[in-house]
């Protein structure tokens, strides 16, 4: 497998599965039965979208790797997620907010990526595309609901807005891999990508009465998870996911 | 459509699936094919959801029900493309769904509303449409959270997906 593209589906995939473990934090905390419920339905959807690739990459390196090779044994500079998914979650409306980034994100990425060259991924899109859609539904009701909600909930969302803004311009920001395999797989253009997000994202915000961020006329933005330079969060997480591989190799139950 | 040898259809309509126990996994539409080549069978399976954790479950299944029948050479395979969709759900799975007290799909996606406020899901219990969403999530993925405004009981509606 050339070594780009087994990148570029660690992107995907890490993405998937470090969002997936933030979410499943809340499994026994939502704040009502209905959301707890909701938040570990999508966490699901999001490991298992990661299982896909993981699955995909350990049948095409072969070397007796499985899927389990990829979330359990490397270590944080190897994992090429973008930083907004590995930030702590914050209280509810914090986790809102990153959702509804991450999910408008997901929604057109996997929207373009339907019709890239490369079979797998391409299929891989087209079911999680279907999840996403539910996905992004969900948080976009809750930050309309909490910003145009009770003068608290509005300020907490608009805060909650504010603290992630800064993760998103990574999201577009291609890396070398995506730029150099961008062509040939005819993979998503970031560029595209960002202006309907963009689009779709002060939709949401004007329904929910709220403003961008004043960071956001800067245009500064963090990164570094790309190319696997993260935040100390990675770390404290794959202390938690990788606790029994690391303590127990090999195991299984 | 798919089609499935007789003889191998009879034996996995005997195969449910473990979250919602009544359907069988031709209801739900979940075998792609299935070829027999001399007793050597070669089965593809799609998952309903990504995250699904029924997938490895329902395989081992397939391969017990198919051995105490005396096959075994079994392969099977899991398909991503196309997406399983709620349109591939047989009518008497849906038959059987609202008679456990589960809504069955409603729409088929090609005419399922954009906007769910106009999704009208009849209650199980009474046949009331007088019922409205509680949640998009219900206790799986395929599910989401109703109640009856007539007859006052919360259901679940397997969701056009
Ligand atoms: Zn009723």
């Known amino acids: 497998m050339h070594s780009d593209l087994k990148q570029y589906c660690l992107q995907l995939a890490d993405n998937s599965l470090i969002h997936g473990h933030r979410l499943s934090e809340w499994c026994g905390h939502g704040p009502i039965l209905e959301v707890d419920m909701a938040l570990s339905n999508i966490a699901l959807d999001n490991i298992g979208a990661a299982r896909s690739i993981y699955a995909f990459l350990a049948e095409q390196e072969g070397e007796g790797k499985t899927e389990d090779y990829y979330p359990y ?48 991924l391409a299929a891989i899109a087209e079911k999680s595309l279907k999840e996403v859609t539910y996905h992004l539904r969900f948080s976009s009701e809750w930050v309309i609901r909490l910003g145009d909600g009770t003068e608290e909930s509005k300020e907490n969302m608009q805060r909650a807005i504010s603290n992630f803004w800064e993760y998103t311009g990574e ?17 998503p253009d970031l560029n595209l990508i960002r202006d309907q997000w963009m689009e779709k994202i002060s939709e949401v915000l004007q329904e929910a009465t709220l403003s961008f961020p004043l960071s956001s006329e800067k245009g500064w933005f963090q990164q570094g998870g790309k190319t696997g330079i993260h935040s100390e969060h990675l770390g404290f997480i794959l202390a938690d996911l990788q606790f029994m591989q690391r303590a127990y190799p090999n195991s299984e139950w | ?17 473990p979250e919602v126990p009544v359907l069988s996994i031709l209801d739900l539409g979940i075998v792609r094919s299935v070829e ?48 399983w969709t709620t349109d591939w759900m047989t009518e008497s799975g849906k038959r059987k769904l609202q008679e456990y007290g589960i809504a069955p799909p409603q729409y088929s996606t090609k005419n399922n509303p954009t906007n769910y406020l106009e999704v009208v899901v009849p209650c ?13 999530f219900g206790s799986t ?6 109640r009856c405004l007539d007859c006052k009981e919360p259901f679940d509606y397997f969701k056009c997906h």
């Open chain 1, 73 to 120: 044994t490397r270590d944080v500079r190897e994992f090429l997620n973008v930083l907004l998914v590995e930030l702590p979650n914050g209280d509810f409306a914090d986790t809102m907010a990153k959702c509804l980034f991450f999910d408008a994100y997901q929604f057109y990425f996997y929207t373009a990526l339907k019709q890239c060259n490369d079979s797998t």
């Open chain 1, 171 to 187: 999201l577009f920001q291609p890396s070398a891999i995506e730029t150099s395999l961008q062509k040939t797989l005819q993979l």
């Open chain 2, 1 to 17: 459509m798919v089609t499935i040898p007789a003889h191998i259809a009879a034996i996995l309509e005997q195969v449910f699936d």
């Open chain 2, 36 to 83: 027999d080549r001399d007793g050597q069978l070669k089965i593809i399976i799609t998952p309903t959801y990504s995250g699904c954790p029924a997938m490895q479950t329902i395989a081992t299944m397939i391969r017990l029900e198919l051995s105490t029948h005396g096959f075994q050479h079994i392969i099977i395979e899991e398909q991503l493309s196309p997406a």
């Open chain 2, 124 to 136: 199980p219990q009474c046949s009331s449409s007088h019922t409205e969403l509680i949640s998009q």
């Open chain 2, 141 to 146: 993925s395929c599910k989401a959270l109703y």
